[in-house]
């Protein structure tokens, strides 16, 4: 018999939720929030807020869009954090009470496990390869930055992450001092593809071992910046290609050579990459190419399980459902990575 699992997402600006057959994908529901734009960065209550208005349409969606009734839904999965305080109670709240309501397991997930297990979601009549275990993954979001050996679904261990900001903070701080809205880093990418990488070069941080650092890139980007607008107002308007691939570059070096360095220390020649950032176009081919030269099997994920979305929610709970992991209803969200 099929399980059905509904997976619901609200961890932070995007309000999704998904449904599974199995490990097959049959709905995948994001609501992106566009009220956060002018803010120049996510604003905790107006998130919050924007999930109570768009979590019944979006979960209402999801399960017409499957073609399956509700009470044909064997769980209900959530993230559990970590993420906004609000923004995860919305999603919580309303998974414990439709759990309750219809009588069936409630499954919390980890949202940055949910990241990696994107990977073994499968679409309709068309098997995608999955990646075998154990695997290097370089999850890269906006609130994340980590290299883990994934040894199984649930059996993750961190062996670099970053010491101040994370990937998408650079991308998304970098577009702010170059005058572009929130979220930036898909802005950067765009302008980046019409621009010379080497153009212009910032001082990047060389941490030992597998952490990563972008405050540094950040604040010798700003300063950059800072003194070629002192000389030329319009440095930015008449740069703005080069300017993009040259930041762009330094933050997919920095994240490249680490991973690089993970295989060759843990000897694994299997990688992977999840998370917001991993939509980024010179990411992907940078790890297509270092694949290519170094003997790698490489996994980059479908662009709708890049960012946040529930179907990586909807497919970690399936594994969870097939080795009975239930939640009780006095489960409460977290905020910060578990250690
Ligand atoms: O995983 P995600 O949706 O949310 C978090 O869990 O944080 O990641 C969002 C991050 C943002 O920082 C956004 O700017 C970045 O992913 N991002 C990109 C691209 N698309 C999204 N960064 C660079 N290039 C992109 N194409
Ligand atoms: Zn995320």
């Known amino acids: 018999m099929s399980i059905y699992i509904l997976g619901i997402e609200s961890s932070c600006d995007d309000t999704s939720a998904s449904v599974l057959r199995d490990n097959v994908l049959l709905s995948n529901v994001i609501a992106s929030q566009k009220v956060h ?36 839904i064997s769980a209900i999965a959530f993230t559990r954090g970590p993420g906004l305080l609000g923004s995860l109670l919305v999603g919580t709240s309303f998974a414990k009470a439709f759990a309750l309501s219809l009588g069936i397991p409630l499954i919390e997930v980890d949202h940055l496990q949910g990241h990696i297990l994107a ?40 062996v670099g992450s970053t010491i101040d900001d994370a990937a998408g ?17 898909p802005l950067i990418d765009k302008y980046a593809k019409e621009g010379n990488p080497l153009a212009f070069k910032f001082s990047e941080a060389h941490l030992p071992e597998l952490d990563f650092s972008f405050s540094g890139l950040k604040t010798s980007f700003l300063y950059f910046v800072r003194d070629k607008l002192k000389e030329n107002p319009s440095f930015i308007e008449a740069n703005l290609p080069d300017l993009c691939a040259s930041i762009q570059q330094a933050i997919v070096h920095s994240l490249i050579e680490k991973v690089l360095k993970a295989t060759h220390k843990y000897q694994i020649k299997t990688i992977a990459v999840a998370g917001g950032v991993s939509a980024n176009s010179s990411l992907r081919s940078s790890l297509i190419k270092l694949g290519e030269t170094n003997d790698l099997e490489v996994f980059i994920p479908s662009f709708e399980f890049t960012t946040d979305n529930a179907a990586m929610i909807a497919i970690a709970g399936y594994y969870k459902y097939l080795l009975g992991e239930f939640s009780t209803q006095e489960i409460r969200p977290y905020t910060r990575q578990k250690s």
Not at 140 to 149: E, L, M, P
Not at 169 to 185: H, N, R, V
């Open 169 to 185: 903070e650079a991308f998304d701080k970098s577009a702010k001092i170059l005058g572009l809205p929130y979220p930036g880093g």
């Open 119 to 158: 990977h073994f979601v499968q679409y309709p009549n068309a098997p995608q390869k999955t990646p075998e275990f154990p695997f290097l993954c370089l999850t890269v979001s906006g609130g994340h930055t980590q290299i883990s050996i994934v040894r199984d679904y649930f059996k993750m261990e961190v």
């Open 37 to 72: 734009q002018k803010f120049g960065g996510v604003v905790p209550e107006l998130a919050s807020r924007a999930h109570q208005q768009n979590i019944i349409p979006v979960i209402d969606t999801a399960i017409k869009e499957a073609n399956i009734r509700k009470n044909q």
